[in-house]
């Protein structure tokens, strides 16, 4: 059975840079989007950016122009760079595909 895991969560200040990785176990098919979610302390998840199979990109809008989604289908792995962080960018970020969840890696942007 697939697995989600994600890692690169931490504490940065603003303005900082993360850069989340997300790998999965198991046989994944390529053509299927992979995404990025997150979920802020009270509030309900939400889409932060997705990629589908063939590398078209999509991204919430208060993340654009800031952060950066790319997978690696050999490595079977999703990436978000995320750059100019802000204290709302706070949140639990989880990695997405199909059906699928990781188990959240937290990102804190704080002074």
């Known amino acids: 059975q697939v697995q989600l895991v994600e890692s690169g969560g931490g504490l940065v200040q603003p303005g900082g840079s993360l850069r989340l990785s997300c790998v999965a176990s198991?046989?994944?098919?390529?053509?299927?989007?992979m995404g990025w979610y997150r979920q802020a302390s009270g509030k309900g998840r939400e889409l932060v950016a997705v990629?589908?199979?063939?590398?078209?990109?999509n991204y919430a809008d208060s993340v654009k122009g800031r952060f950066t989604i790319s997978r690696d289908h050999a490595k079977n792995s999703l990436y978000l760079q995320m750059n100019s962080l802000k204290p709302e960018d706070t949140a639990v970020y989880y990695c997405?595909?199909?059906?699928?969840w990781g188990q959240g890696t937290q990102v804190t942007v704080s002074s």
């Open positions: 990629v589908t199979g063939g590398g078209n990109t």
């Open positions: 198991g046989s994944i098919f390529s053509f299927y989007s």
């Open positions: 997405n595909y199909r059906q699928l």
